[in-house]
């Protein structure tokens, strides 16, 4: 019997789509990576009693709270993990931060600059106390983009120069897809741009290691209009569809198209819709750089594509790699090569880097300010589409710059 491992008392805010991915992510993790903490799913928490206690039982929550604060008041509860809409993640965070509590935090980190900001000043001096916290950007734990980081940093690649990131949905695409929360701009902050084109941000940076300085932008919201309840992929609507007839405003975008410059000399094009009517889950990535490039699309996600500009004239082209060996990142930990993982893997692996640092006492990645570097280029990008795509930079724009 190996020595049993310190617990780490998990406490999670909401339980929809995404405290379902964490809730597996917190099963998972420590039986399939040597962690130096054993997470424990000490309480969810939701408004609905008889909800929340459904979803207690079937993610695996020993307990449940109706008020996401008396998660923060408990003693037996050491990390807080926010699965709600965005207007909620400052309010919760600050105060589990300041209660002593650990943090993970869903993306986008807040709906606004300001309240990232705020966050990330409280995350930071929480951390002097040894007191951490961590943004849910998910998709750099998808071991092909994790491979793609590594080849950009062991110079495989060559200098960076350009970046062409897509993340095409099509869930919105029927105009009678109901108003849900991520259509309200006062909780979900933005439509595509925060929900789907914030992981096309942090993914381009995190691979390139290079952060958007500039960009100009376009942005559309195609059906203003949408009826009320309803609950589309599980996304927490709201009342039955056939009993109410009522249309409540689309107050967020349907797609945006950026262009953007980087610090270390790129430039990029990016694109988020939930309109790109066929396409499921496309989360694309190609980065081109003067000795390579690679190209990645989530849903192909056990292949990353290579092109490696110093090989042999006559056998250039792009390499279809499928990253299932145990020398790729996190692949080791799963199956033996050629079985392939899927979307619930990286918030599996993104909860076994966590509890890593957690162990060692330092910093996770992403952290607060990684995520406010985010909120920065979002602020800029709808400042600029609201500015008939004036030219704005990243560090300047907030909300009140519009
Ligand atoms: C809806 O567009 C959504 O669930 C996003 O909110 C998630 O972040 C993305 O991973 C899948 O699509």
Same mark, same amino acid.
């Given at each position: ?9 998990? $406490? ?60 923060? &008041? ?11 809409? $965005?207007?909620?993640?400052? &309010? ?8 002593? #509590?650990?943090?993970?935090?869903? #993306? ?11 966050? =990330? ?61 991520? /259509? ?51 996304? $927490? ?9 009522? #249309? ?31 396409? #499921?889950?496309?989360? !694309? ?30 056998? !250039? ?14 692949? $080791? ?7 392939? /993982? ?55 724009? =907030?909300?009140?710059? !519009?």
């Amino acid at each position: 019997m190996t020595h049993p491992t310190p617990e780490l008392r998990v $406490g999670m805010v909401g339980y929809a789509f995404m405290g379902a991915a964490h809730s597996h992510a917190w099963r998972t993790a420590h039986r399939f990576f040597d962690l130096p903490l054993t997470p424990v799913m000490a309480a969810v928490a939701g408004r609905n009693a008889d909800a929340v206690a459904a979803a207690a039982h079937t993610q695996g929550w020993a307990s449940t709270e109706t008020d996401w604060r008396a998660l923060i &008041e408990r003693d037996d509860i050491d990390l807080i993990d926010i699965c709600t809409p $965005g207007n909620t993640h400052a &309010e919760i965070a600050i105060a589990a931060l300041k209660a002593g #509590k650990h943090v993970l935090c869903e #993306k986008p980190l807040a709906n606004s600059v300001a309240e990232a900001q705020e966050m =990330t000043a409280v995350a930071e001096e929480a951390a002097r106390n040894g007191v951490f916290a961590m943004c849910g950007y998910s998709y750099r734990r998808t071991p092909a983009l994790a491979l793609a980081k590594r080849m950009v940093d062991d110079g495989r690649l060559g200098t960076i120069r350009q970046v062409r990131a897509q993340y095409l949905q099509d869930w919105l695409s029927d105009e009678n897809a109901p108003l849900t929360w991520r /259509l309200d701009k006062t909780k979900s902050g933005s439509g595509a741009l925060g929900d789907i084109g914030a992981h096309s941000i942090d993914a381009a940076q995190f691979v390139t290691g290079q952060r958007i300085t500039g960009v100009s932008a376009l942005m559309e919201t195609f059906t203003k209009e949408r009826p009320v309840g309803g609950d589309l992929m599980g996304l $927490g609507g709201h009342g039955d569809m056939a009993a109410d007839a009522r #249309k409540g405003p689309v107050t967020v975008d349907d797609a945006v198209i950026f262009s953007a410059r980087f610090d270390g000399g790129a430039i990029g094009s990016f694109e988020a819709t939930r309109t790109a009517l066929g396409r #499921k889950n496309a989360m !694309r990535l190609e980065v081109n750089g003067s000795l390579g490039s690679i190209a990645f699309d989530f849903e192909d996600m056990n292949f990353l594509q290579f092109y490696d500009g110093t090989d042999a004239e006559d056998a !250039r082209g792009f390499h279809r790699i499928m990253v299932t060996e145990p020398v790729h990142p996190y692949v $080791g930990n799963w199956w033996p090569t050629g079985h392939g /993982l899927g979307y619930e893997h990286g918030f599996t692996h993104q909860v076994a880097d966590l509890l890593t640092a957690l162990g060692s006492a330092t910093q996770p990645t992403p952290s607060f300010a990684d995520a406010l570097a985010v909120q920065r280029v979002l602020a800029a990008v709808e400042t600029s589409a609201t500015n008939h795509s004036r030219w704005t930079t990243a560090e300047t724009a =907030t909300e009140e710059t !519009r």
